[in-house]
C-alpha cells in the first residue's frame, strides 16, 4: 500500500515524522515511530513511496506571475501586530495567573518531597496548556498542570487532593494576608480527573490528574475509562513538542492568537481545537527556503492559502499528529460537513484579503466582522458564498431507501 501524504510539503512531514520518536514512560506514550518506507512492491511491479503535497502557493508562485499588481501588504502587518498587541494578556495580567500557578506547583512538589503525597500516590507535576506555550488569550487566561500519579486516580483520590491542596493555599493565603477573615481558595471539581482552583485575585490554575503511559495504557485499563488521563499525557507530550520546535518561530505564538480570537466569528475555525491551530501555525511558517521563518503577516496568509487549497478537506491525510502513534491527521475527529466549511471560509478570506477588507476578517476597530454565510459586499465588490460540498443526509432518504429495498 502506498503512504500518500496529501498535506503539508515533503520537508514539513518529513521533519514532523522524524521528530516523533518516543517510548513508553511518562507521558511519552506507546508504539511506533514514523517511517517512510523507501521502496515498496505492488502487483504491477515496484514503485517508490509518494509524499504528494498539496497545492502551496509558497512554493509556486514564481510559476504564476500576477495579472495585476499586488496589495501592498503593510497596512494588514500593521493591522495583524497590532490585534497581537490587543488580545495578548498584559505582563500584570500573566504574572497574576502564573504567581498563583506557581504557589499551587509549589504545594504540590512539597506534598511529593516531604512524603505528604506518599498517600495520595504523587509522583510528578507538569505545566502544560496555552499558559506554558505563550499562546494565551488576554481575559481568558488560565494555567494548567498535570500531576502523574503512580496509579490511576479514583474519584475519592482526586476529591482528598483537591481538598488538601486548596485548604494547604487558602492558609499560606491567611498568613500573607495577615488576616484572619482571608478569602479562602476556591476549589471546584471540574471532571472525573481534574479540578479548579481560584484565589481572590480571580486567578485560576486547572489541575489534571493522570498516571503513567504504562498505568493508563496497561492490561486494566479497558476496566474503566482511561480517555481523561489519555488526554492529560496528551497535553504533557504537546507541551513538550511545542517547547522544543517553536523556540525559534518568533512569529508562530503571535499567529495562533490570531486564529484563537478568528474563531468567535469565523465558523470554519471554530471546529479546530487548539492543538490543530497550533500546528497548522507553526506549519505556516516553517520557511521553505532558508533558515528564516515566515513573518507573521506572510504566515497568516499561507494558514488560509493551505486550508483552502484542501489541507482538511476528507480524504487527504492533513498534518500528521507528531505526539501520536497512529497514521492519520490531526483533522480527522472532524466531520465532512465541519472540514468543507472551514475550506470555504478559508477560501472567502482569501478574496476578502485580495480586496483589502482586512478589519472586517479579523473583526477590530469597530468593524463588523464578515458573516461567512451570506454573501459580503465590500464597496462595490460582493463576495459570494460557495456551496457546501458535503451535505449530510437525511433520515428520511434513507428510510425510503430501506423501504424500496424491502
Given amino acids: 500500500r502506498k503512504r500518500v501524504w496529501l ?26 515511530s514514523w517511517r517512510v518506507r523507501p521502496f515498496q512492491e505492488s502487483e504491477a511491479g515496484p514503485y517508490p513511496a509518494v509524499v504528494r503535497p498539496i497545492f502551496d502557493w509558497t512554493e509556486v508562485a514564481e510559476h504564476f506571475p500576477q495579472s495585476a499588481p499586488l496589495l501592498d501588504s503593510s497596512l494588514l502587518a500593521q493591522l495583524l501586530s497590532k490585534r497581537v498587541q490587543e488580545i495578548t494578556p498584559s505582563l500584570d495580567e500573566q504574572a497574576l495567573v502564573q504567581g498563583f500557578c506557581t504557589k499551587v506547583t509549589t504545594v504540590i512538589e512539597n506534598m511529593i518531597l516531604t512524603g505528604e503525597g506518599e498517600e495520595l500516590m504523587l509522583d510528578e507535576v507538569r505545566a502544560v496548556g496555552s499558559l506554558k506555550k505563550g499562546t494565551a488569550l488576554a481575559g481568558n487566561i488560565v ?18 487532593f483537591a481538598e488538601k491542596v486548596s485548604s494547604v493555599l487558602s492558609t499560606a493565603q491567611a498568613q500573607e494576608d495577615n488576616e484572619g477573615s482571608s478569602i479562602p481558595v476556591k476549589m471546584s471539581i471540574v471532571s472525573s480527573s481534574a479540578f479548579e482552583l481560584e484565589n481572590s485575585n480571580s486567578a485560576v490554575t486547572r489541575v489534571y490528574l ?8 496497561g492490561r486494566h485499563s479497558e476496566m474503566i475509562d482511561t480517555k481523561p488521563f489519555e488526554d492529560a499525557l496528551r497535553m ?18 503571535g499567529l495562533v492568537r490570531i486564529l484563537k480570537d478568528m474563531r468567535k466569528h469565523v465558523p470554519g475555525l471554530a471546529h479546530l481545537n487548539h492543538w490543530c491551530l497550533e500546528l497548522i501555525c507553526n506549519c505556516a511558517v516553517i520557511p521553505l527556503v532558508g533558515d ?40 480527522q475527529t472532524l466531520t465532512a460537513q465541519q472540514c468543507d466549511e472551514l475550506t470555504r471560509n478559508s477560501q472567502m478570506i482569501l478574496q476578502m ?8 476578517i479579523l473583526g477590530m ?13 465590500f464597496g462595490s465588490i460582493t463576495i459570494s458564498v460557495a456551496q457546501p460540498a458535503y451535505e449530510k443526509p437525511r433520515l428520511e432518504d434513507n428510510d425510503e431507501n430501506l423501504q424500496t429495498q424491502e
Fill in 143 to 160: 494555567a494548567d498542570v498535570v500531576v502523574l500519579l503512580r496509579d490511576l486516580p479514583t474519584d475519592s483520590l482526586l476529591e482528598r
Fill in 7 to 32: 498535506s503539508t510539503p515533503r520537508h514539513v512531514c518529513l521533519k514532523m515524522m522524524s521528530s516523533n520518536r518516543r517510548r513508553g514512560g511518562r507521558g511519552r506514550g506507546r508504539g511506533r
Fill in 236 to 253: 504533557i507530550r504537546q507541551a513538550r513538542w511545542w517547547e522544543d520546535h517553536t523556540s525559534h518561530l518568533k512569529s508562530v505564538r
Fill in 365 to 377: 476597530d469597530g468593524a463588523t466582522p464578515a458573516k461567512f454565510s451570506e454573501p459580503y459586499t
Fill in 353 to 360: 484579503l485580495s480586496f483589502g477588507a482586512y478589519r472586517e
Fill in 210 to 217: 493522570t498516571s503513567t503511559g504504562d498505568k493508563v495504557y
Fill in 292 to 331: 528564516e521563518p515566515l513573518s507573521l503577516v506572510d504566515g497568516f496568509k499561507r494558514v488560509f492559502q493551505l486550508l483552502a487549497a484542501g489541507l482538511f478537506l476528507p480524504g487527504s491525510i492533513g498534518i500528521p499528529d507528531p505526539c501520536e502513534d497512529v497514521d492519520e491527521g490531526v483533522h
